[in-house]
């Protein structure tokens, strides 16, 4: 009984146990998957803060550290590459992100692929974060290759940073660094894939002691003087009032150095700003003027188009006045024709007597062979003395006379 008690007992630990292992795991995974998201919002803010005083290189330490939070970010539960003998070889989150981060326009990929002095794939990683601040398009690749949930989910484990609500707060955060202007030597030690990054977290600890804390200090630090010897208290009194006064001084200086910097940001956005009023107030001045000149070349064409249009009235009177004196012309001439018909008759009677000597005088040889050529001076004499000497007769004569018919 009690050795059936007894493994009773132990297969219910032994239950627990299993259970509890697994919350662990899970309360695990979820303080890392926190502390890096809180250290790099940190690591950023550090960053923004530091561009204001000097311009961030390789050399700075804020960056290196924020390089390093970012790799440990993107390398959280990646999974390795599987071999052809089903081993597992480790993976760089470079290898995600030069397949999630090609739909990105005007890429830097292929130039860190084609890079000579850059071989190994965490290396390129490197690069990559490099270039990608320095083009201010961080964030940018961050998110496309987040919205890409089918090749993350290839390449992370469940329980990854980019596969959780982390993600988003990611992408926002990285946003802020399109502010800042990098500079960064692509054939530097912080390129080195050789070692592992590592991320210093004493900038962000910070520890803030209370009140109550610090009277109970000072009473120790009495009760340990008054036990002790006299030589003892000083040593034990002084450094925190040391520290104190040091603490004092750095932060005095640190205001000192914000309000310089804001005097001299002050004195450039005064200045920006004159000019920019400047500016306003010659646009102000050319804008009148155009609208002047507009006005002007408005009133122009105005003018232009009612003298057009006066000239085009006057083309259409005119035009109707010729229309009405064709008419009448028309009508007259009708009239005319009605009114004297005989007149008309006559004067055709006429064309038709003459148009009939005329053929006759064509049709008679005796005429031209007497007279011959009206042209010649003799003939032109001969003429005239036949008609003096009434040789010639009227055309009716001549047609009927014998004597005058030819052989």
Known sequence: MASRSLGGLSGIRSGGGGGGKKSLSSRNAAVERRNLITVCRFSVKTLIDRSCFETIDDSSPEFNNFAAILEQILSHRLKGQVT?????????????????????????????????????????????????????????????????????????????????????????????????????????????????????????????????????????????????????????????????????????????????????????????????????SESVSQNKILLQRIEDSDLAHKLEKEQLEYIIVELQDQLKSYQSLDQLSAEVSLSQTSLDPGQSQEGDGKQDTLNVMSEGKEDTPSLLGLCGSLTSVASYKSLTSLKSNDYLASPTTEMTSPGLTPS
Request: aromatic share 12%.
């Open 84 to 280: 052809w003998f089903g081993y597992e070889s480790p993976r760089s989150f470079w290898d995600y992100i030069r397949v999630a981060c090609r739909k990105v326009s005007q890429n830097c990929i292929c130039s860190i692929e084609n890079m000579e002095n850059v071989s190994s794939s965490r290396a390129k990683g490197r690069a990559w974060i490099r270039v990608a601040l320095m083009e201010k398009h961080l964030s940018e690749y961050i998110s496309t290759a987040l919205r890409d949930f089918k090749t993350t989910r290839r390449f992370y484990e469940d329980g990854a940073i980019v596969l959780g609500e982390e993600a988003n707060m990611l992408a926002g955060m990285l946003l802020g660094l399109n502010a800042i202007d990098f500079s960064f030597c692509l054939k530097g030690e912080g390129l080195d894939g050789s070692f592992p990054a590592v991320i210093d977290y004493t900038p962000y600890l910070k520890y803030i002691q209370s009140s109550d804390s610090i009277s109970s200090d000072e009473e120790e630090l009495r009760t340990l003087g008054s036990s002790g010897s006299e030589s003892s208290t000083p040593e034990n009194v002084g450094p925190p009032f040391l520290m104190d006064e040091n603490s004092w001084f750095n932060k005095c200086k640190r205001v000192k150095q914000k309000y310089q910097l804001t005097l001299e940001q002050k004195g450039y956005l005064e200045e920006l700003l004159r000019l920019r009023e400047n500016q306003l």
